[in-house]
């Protein structure tokens, strides 16, 4: 395969979230042939069964971008031990109606970022646990629960000296996690 696309779905809708800025920096960190693209979550409706068998043009986007791609990257904070409900309702609208998930089968990555010294690791175990079941083959290690913390980000937006070595052996697990799927 000549150009892998990466469907980057960031669980924070804050303009300036630690998550958005740790896909981007993550991103620069991949070979040429992967192209990252943010997916548009916060545009989706609440869930509703009732919608399944005319959803919104928004979520028939959204379903598209990630059947379009090789690859998920999934970025998200930690809200109350959890996933935010806006990245809940991102999985549940794609995974719907049931049988025609556009999630399945797509190797997937999990990162997160938080100022609490445990990074995100709740909210990626949780994630986890749902991509389990929506059939999405994830990167089990190296495990990143990102500290937030003065550094991790250079002027440029990044990723610091301090985190590169660490984050860049991630990035060459992801790509070849995505490459082994993708044959």
């Given at each position: 395969?000549?150009?892998?696309?990466?469907?980057?779905?960031?669980?924070?809708?804050?303009?300036d979230?630690?998550?958005?800025?740790?896909?981007t920096?993550?991103?620069?960190?991949?070979?040429?042939?992967?192209?990252?693209?943010?997916?548009?979550?916060?545009?989706?409706?609440?869930?509703?069964?009732?919608?399944?068998?005319?959803?919104?043009?928004?979520?028939?986007?959204?379903?598209?971008?990630?059947?379009?791609?090789?690859?998920?990257l999934?970025?998200?904070?930690?809200?109350?031990?959890?996933?935010?409900g806006?990245?809940?309702?991102?999985?549940?609208?794609?995974?719907?109606?049931?049988?025609?998930?556009?999630?399945?089968?797509?190797?997937?990555?999990?990162?997160?970022?938080?100022?609490?010294?445990?990074?995100?690791?709740?909210?990626?175990?949780?994630?986890?646990?749902?991509?389990?079941?929506?059939?999405?083959?994830?990167?089990?290690?190296?495990?990143?629960?990102?500290?937030?913390?003065?550094?991790?980000?250079?002027?440029?937006?990044?990723?610091?000296?301090?985190?590169?070595?660490?984050?860049?052996?991630?990035?060459?697990?992801?790509?070849?996690?995505?490459?082994k799927?993708?044959?």
């Amino acid at each position: 395969m000549s150009q892998y696309q990466i469907a980057v779905v960031v669980g924070s809708l804050r303009r300036d979230s630690y998550n958005r800025r740790l896909a981007t920096a993550v991103s620069r960190l991949a070979p040429s042939d992967f192209l990252f693209e943010e997916v548009e979550i916060g545009d989706l409706p609440l869930y509703n069964q009732d919608d399944d068998a005319a959803p919104a043009d928004s979520v028939r986007r959204l379903k598209a971008e990630i059947a379009a791609a090789q690859g998920l990257l999934f970025v998200t904070p930690e809200y109350n031990r959890s996933l935010p409900g806006v990245l809940k309702n991102a999985i549940d609208h794609a995974s719907r109606p049931y049988g025609q998930s556009a999630w399945a089968g797509k190797p997937a990555g999990v990162l997160g970022a938080s100022v609490g010294a445990i990074g995100t690791a709740m909210a990626q175990q949780h994630l986890r646990n749902i991509l389990a079941y929506l059939d999405v083959p994830t990167l089990g290690q190296p495990e990143a629960f990102i500290h937030a913390k003065e550094g991790l980000f250079d002027e440029a937006g990044n990723i610091g000296e301090g985190s590169r070595k660490f984050l860049q052996s991630w990035v060459d697990r992801y790509v070849a996690w995505v490459k082994k799927h993708n044959d």
